[in-house]
């Protein structure tokens, strides 16, 4: 089965990143032919400073690596070296109705807030569906913040093969359960934009304060917590063995421990947890040769699969 899904380079990536999206990446790649990429497009409508985005780009390529996606299973490249997407965008931007992306959420959330939202925004989702559409992907493991992008791809798909006949392959989201949507350090959904993010890579020490500052309640420490309604133990609950997991839980049920306490465990889980692929981004990047290479290698196959699918949309619409 074709797997498909991509990561903007906006940023250093996170845990809702690994936990949510990557994690599945990686074990989807060991039985399906997986295609993962990295969405400087999407990205160009945040980071406005070449330098940065170029930056970030490398980045997210040495991120995958070092978190263990597998070149030689996988296909990794980046979304703007396969043109054939922005050209398939506009084939699905004139069947794209504006009620529709009126109604996604980034664009809206946006508008809410009366901050200023440009085209590039408002059609994000039509170019998210060319991204998934021109590999014929058939599952896009996401968090579930991209759910509602990725039904949106199936309506674009379903009322272009309506129009033009069977064109597209409908595909389907899939989202992990323990972490469709990964708590941040207040609380709220881990996000970029939130500030609240716990990075996967960075210096460690700096990445302890982060843990040892997220926001808890006030309540006593004898009273008996339910686990699963802290974001704290659910943070702890991603980077821990089931046997910790589950000590931890029951202290919760029992009542009687402090924050820090767990605090704690959740910055030790983590290093042991991201301590391996730390050591293989500092390896990569004594290497960026390869990391080009792999890059190069996988735009070349990518470009091939999107210029059959974009063809096959052309001439049922009667551009050819
Ligand atoms: P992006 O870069 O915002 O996020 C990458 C992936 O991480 C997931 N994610 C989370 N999962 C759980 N909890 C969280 N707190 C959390 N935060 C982020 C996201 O759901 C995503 O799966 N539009 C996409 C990139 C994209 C794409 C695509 C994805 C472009 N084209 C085609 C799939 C298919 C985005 O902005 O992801």
């Given at each position: 089965?074709?797997?498909?899904?991509?990561?903007?380079?906006?940023?250093?990536?996170?845990?809702?990143?690994?936990?949510?999206?990557?994690?599945?990446?990686?074990?989807?790649?060991?039985?399906?032919?997986?295609?993962?990429?990295?969405?400087?497009?999407?990205a160009?409508?945040?980071?406005?400073?070449?330098?940065?985005l170029?930056q970030?780009?490398?980045?997210?390529a040495?991120?995958?690596?070092?978190?263990?996606?597998?070149?030689?299973?996988a296909?990794?490249?980046?979304?703007s070296?396969v043109?054939e997407?922005?050209?398939?965008?506009?084939?699905l931007?004139?069947?794209?109705?504006?009620?529709?992306?009126?109604?996604?959420?980034?664009?809206?959330?946006?508008?809410?807030?009366?901050?200023?939202?440009?085209?590039?925004?408002?059609?994000?989702?039509?170019?998210?569906?060319?991204?998934?559409?021109?590999?014929?992907?058939?599952?896009?493991?996401?968090g579930?913040?991209?759910?509602?992008?990725?039904?949106?791809?199936?309506?674009?798909?379903?009322?272009?093969?309506h129009?033009?006949?069977?064109?597209?392959?409908?595909?389907?989201?899939?989202?992990?359960?323990?972490?469709?949507?990964?708590?941040?350090?207040?609380?709220?959904?881990?996000?970029?934009?939130?500030?609240?993010?716990?990075?996967?890579?960075?210096d460690?020490?700096?990445?302890?304060?982060?843990?040892?500052?997220?926001?808890?309640?006030?309540?006593?420490?004898?009273?008996?917590?339910?686990?699963?309604?802290?974001?704290?133990?659910?943070?702890?609950?991603?980077?821990?063995?089931?046997a910790?997991?589950?000590?931890?839980?029951?202290?919760?049920?029992?009542?009687?421990?402090?924050?820090?306490?767990?605090?704690?465990?959740?910055?030790?889980?983590?290093?042991?947890?991201?301590?391996?692929?730390?050591?293989?981004?500092?390896?990569?990047?004594?290497?960026?040769?390869?990391?080009?290479?792999?890059?190069?290698?996988?735009?070349?196959k990518?470009?091939?699969?999107?210029?059959?699918?974009?063809?096959?949309?052309?001439?049922?619409?009667?551009?050819?």
């Amino acid at each position: 089965m074709r797997v498909l899904s991509g990561i903007q380079p906006t940023g250093r990536p996170h845990w809702g990143n690994f936990f949510g999206a990557i994690r599945q990446y990686i074990s989807l790649q060991e039985e399906h032919d997986g295609f993962y990429f990295i969405a400087d497009l999407h990205a160009l409508t945040t980071v406005r400073d070449a330098s940065a985005l170029r930056q970030n780009t490398l980045d997210a390529a040495l991120d995958l690596l070092a978190l263990g996606l597998d070149p030689q299973r996988a296909t990794l490249f980046v979304q703007s070296r396969v043109p054939e997407v922005s050209e398939l965008c506009w084939l699905l931007m004139t069947g794209a109705g504006m009620g529709l992306l009126e109604r996604c959420h980034a664009y809206k959330e946006k508008k809410a807030k009366g901050l200023p939202a440009d085209a590039g925004l408002f059609t994000y989702p039509v170019l998210m569906s060319a991204d998934i559409l021109a590999y014929d992907a058939e599952l896009v493991p996401v968090g579930q913040d991209q759910v509602q992008h990725v039904e949106v791809c199936r309506d674009l798909a379903g009322s272009f093969n309506h129009t033009f006949g069977d064109v597209f392959k409908l595909p389907k989201a899939q989202v992990m359960t323990d972490a469709a949507k990964v708590p941040g350090t207040d609380g709220q959904k881990m996000s970029k934009s939130y500030d609240n993010t716990l990075p996967l890579f960075g210096d460690e020490k700096q990445i302890r304060k982060m843990i040892m500052r997220i926001v808890t309640d006030s309540r006593p420490m004898e009273e008996p917590k339910v686990p699963e309604d802290d974001h704290l133990f659910q943070l702890y609950r991603l980077v821990a063995p089931p046997a910790d997991v589950e000590a931890m839980a029951e202290k919760y049920r029992r009542g009687g421990f402090g924050y820090g306490e767990v605090k704690k465990g959740v910055a030790d889980a983590s290093e042991a947890f991201f301590g391996a692929a730390r050591q293989r981004r500092r390896e990569l990047e004594q290497n960026l040769d390869y990391v080009t290479q792999v890059l190069d290698q996988g735009a070349e196959k990518a470009r091939g699969e999107a210029a059959a699918v974009l063809l096959r949309a052309q001439k049922a619409c009667g551009l050819r």
